[in-house]
């Protein structure tokens, strides 16, 4: 690992969405949120499939959710059992 702090990348994220200026890049779709869960519709997956081939990446808060998940799962590796 290169030593990276999660927590301020997190927070990155958060200003990057605001700074952009583009709400789409930054939101995406409303099924973007949905489409994160393993039972998330076909409709929804094919309509956020659709979104990543336009814009060419999911939207910011999508990715930024998926590194705070990420985050979890380092951490609770590193607490003992």
Partial sequence: MA???G???IG???KLAL???D???VFGPDESDDELFED???DTKIRIWLYQRKRG???IRDRRE???RHLDRIASRKQPV
Avoid: H, R, T
């Fill in 12 to 14: 990155l994220f958060n």
């Fill in 66 to 68: 998926m590194l705070v």
């Fill in 40 to 42: 998330a519709s076909w």
């Fill in 19 to 21: 700074d952009m200026g």
């Fill in 23 to 25: 709400i789409e890049a």
């Fill in 57 to 59: 990446y999911l939207p």
């Fill in 7 to 9: 927590q301020k990348c």
């Fill in 3 to 5: 030593n990276y702090d």
